[in-house]
């Protein structure tokens, strides 16, 4: 008797520390592939149980993500039970929610969304990794399921790209379109992040004068995914900045948007497009040398890509060198060039026709009229500022109206053709 109640505790033992298997299918992340820092990444997976979960072990996900959020369902033979999203780095689901009779079938459905860390070198991060852990804290090896993926530190070379910059908003419909026009000069190449090649270029290219009408542009072309958790971020020293920039999607133009402040910035999820898109991002910045009284270094255009932490992760300068009115020759007000532009059923963007904004020098008399002091010349020089930002402003104002227009036109036909 006491040989029977032996082997039948013992059975029990048995059977009341019996582990369900586990297993992971159903796997998904996006994007895939080597990942950069600040990269918004999804993973979804389903956890299939069969046989009985024992109620004193925890089912655990584990992720190296930032900023993770976790939502997740459990199935009951068919019937999904969700559970309120959780954070941070671990979830744990404890064994009582997942624990049912044999006959029942017990899956958990999980989307987890997070941010790839910074990294100092190149190297694999765990985007999930599933185990089941028993009621002592261990984990259970034969549970383990573990998804990576290597994530680039993000330092590269510069590469040159040679190229027009194209200045006109490209579109489907045919319109007339003025466009203030500069000669491009010498460009600067640099690269802002791994997945972007741009370039700047600034008219004049020589020394500035202070008061001097000056064009910056910065063009870039996106290769990979822009991470939507950064920003653009942009700067200058001119006085009575005007800012123009537009992003192209496969040649087709986005309506112009505009800036009248020193700094400017681009959020992210305006460049954050699936890599089948095409995307061109096309900047511009218009304003006047500031007054100095002594050879001064000014920011022209000074661009830098911010994390998702609001830390600067590289930055480009167009920089020039602003000399005063007193230590150069007197110069004749810039000339504006207006050059009306026509762009006809064409989704490749097309370099505008240029007219040099020209400076010319005035003979110096002398013996015939009295001297003009400086104060009286920079009087009469900032009247004439005035003047030409009144006509830029004006031109910009078209140049909003006629972008306005544009857009209606274009929505107008999507309408008529069905498109959303």
Not at 19 to 40: D, K, M, N
Not at 109 to 138: C, F, Y
Not at 314 to 333: C, F, G, K, Y
Not at 390 to 409: H, R
């Amino acid at each position: 008797m006491n040989r029977t109640i032996l082997i039948v505790f013992c059975l029990m033992c048995i059977v009341g520390t019996a582990s369900a298997a586990i297993s992971v299918s159903s796997v998904s992340v996006s994007p895939s592939g080597t990942l950069t820092p600040g990269t918004h990444v999804t993973t979804s997976y389903t956890v299939d149980s069969s046989g009985v979960f024992p109620s004193g072990d925890d089912l655990q996900f584990y992720t190296d993500l930032d900023n993770p959020k976790w939502t997740y369902a459990i199935i009951v033979s068919g019937l999904e039970n969700p559970r309120p999203a959780m954070s941070g780095r671990t979830l744990t689901i404890t064994g009582f929610e997942l624990s049912y009779s044999p006959s029942t079938v017990i899956a958990v459905r999980a989307t987890l969304e997070g941010d790839v860390p910074a990294v100092t070198q190149t190297g694999d991060k765990t985007i999930v990794r599933i185990q089941e852990i028993d009621s002592n804290g261990r984990s259970i090896t034969s549970t383990q399921f573990s998804k990576t993926a290597v994530v680039n530190n993000g330092q590269v070379n510069p590469t040159t790209i040679a190229t027009t910059i194209p200045t006109t908003i490209p579109t489907t419909i045919s319109t007339t379109m003025a466009t203030t026009s500069v000669t491009q000069t010498t460009t600067t190449p640099f690269r802002l992040t791994g997945h972007a090649s741009s370039y700047m270029s600034r008219n004049p290219l020589e020394d500035l004068t202070s008061g001097a009408s000056v064009a910056a542009t910065y063009r870039v072309e996106y290769s990979e995914v822009f991470p939507s958790s950064h920003d653009l971020k942009y700067y200058t020293d001119l006085n009575n900045p005007q800012w123009t920039y537009t992003v192209i999607e496969n040649g087709i133009s986005n309506p112009v948007r505009t800036s009248s402040m020193k700094s400017m910035s681009i959020p992210g999820f305006e460049l954050a497009y699936p890599p089948s898109v095409k995307i061109i991002l096309n900047v511009q910045v218009q304003g006047i040398a500031p007054m100095v009284s002594q050879p001064t270094s000014i920011s022209v255009m000074r661009v830098s890509e911010i994390d998702n932490q609001g830390v600067s992760l590289l930055e480009a300068n167009n920089d020039a060198m602003v000399r005063s009115l007193a230590n150069t020759p007197i110069t004749s007000a810039p000339t504006l060039s207006i050059t009306p532009m026509t762009t006809t059923g064409s989704v490749t963007p097309t370099p505008h026709q240029t007219n040099s904004v020209t400076i010319l020098p005035t003979t110096k008399k002398t013996n015939t009229t009295p001297t003009k002091s400086v104060n009286q010349l920079l009087e009469e020089q900032n009247k004439k500022i005035e003047e030409q930002n009144k006509l830029i402003a004006e031109q910009n104002k078209k140049i909003a109206e006629q972008s306005g227009l544009l857009d209606q036109i274009i929505q107008m036909f999507k309408g008529l053709f069905g498109q959303s």
